[in-house]
């Protein structure tokens, strides 16, 4: 099972409401509750504020909440820019060998 293909990340940054309304719309099958009445409901989102700027997302087993399947962190780069509405993230994936991805959300 590969993980990166369970689900469609949305290319925003974690800490805008953007990211989970895109996410809603790709992804049916979590909550951001623990859900144990619906089976459609497989998977548990968990979102933690390391500072306003840098946010980690993990998606969790409803059936065991201690399986962890997916792990991201987002980091909001804050350099001067080239262009005023540039926005640069830096996006972690956690897994067996950690990649770091670059987003720049103006051209995606």
């Not at 980690?56 to 350099?79: A, G, M, N």
Request: a neutral charge.
């Amino acid at each position: 099972m590969d993980p990166l293909n369970i689900f469609k990340n949305p290319l925003e940054f974690l800490g805008s409401n953007l990211f989970l309304y895109n996410f809603n719309k790709l992804n049916k099958n979590y909550s951001t509750d623990l859900v144990t009445d619906n089976y459609r409901i497989k998977y548990k989102l968990e979102f933690k504020n390391i500072s306003p700027l840098h946010i980690e997302f993990t998606i969790r087993l409803q059936d065991d909440p201690t399986i962890v399947i997916y792990k991201f962190v987002d980091k909001l780069i804050t350099v001067p820019k080239l262009e005023e509405h540039e926005i640069l993230i830096e996006r972690t994936i956690i897994s067996r060998k950690n990649e770091v991805y670059l987003i720049d959300l103006q051209t995606n």
